[in-house]
């Protein structure tokens, strides 16, 4: 299995991003994804995660509200919409789809809020 994110660019704070994940590979392993992010000197951090058949979302609280996770299972693919980005959204966002079994990670796109 294999992750390949894009999307990721600077943009000012107020602003929209939307992030693909794309998965290739044997995508029968992969049910609930996720999206991480890790800003400098700070720890990775869950943002948001979806189950296998999309209708199950969970967000972070800094983000509930102005991002939405979704995914196309026939595109094979996972996306994160960031609405009213701020300065603190800055970060390296880090896909990672699985099971019990194995978790696999992407190696991230770089998105830059600016104020």
């Known amino acids: 299995v294999q992750l390949v994110e894009s999307g990721g660019d600077s943009v000012q704070a107020g602003g929209s991003l939307r992030l693909s994940c794309a998965i290739s590979g044997d995508t029968d392993s992969i049910n609930g994804m996720r999206w991480y992010r890790e800003a400098p000197g700070k720890q990775r951090e869950l943002v948001a995660r979806?189950?296998?058949?999309?209708?199950?979302?969970r967000y972070a609280d800094s983000v509930k509200g102005r991002f939405t996770i979704s995914r196309d299972n026939s595109a094979r693919s996972l996306y994160l919409q960031m609405n009213n980005s701020q300065p603190e959204d800055t970060a390296a966002y880090y896909c990672m789809g699985g099971s019990e079994v194995a978790w696999y990670w992407g190696l991230g796109t770089q998105v830059i809020v600016s104020s």
């Open positions: 979806i189950d296998k058949g999309g209708r199950d979302t």
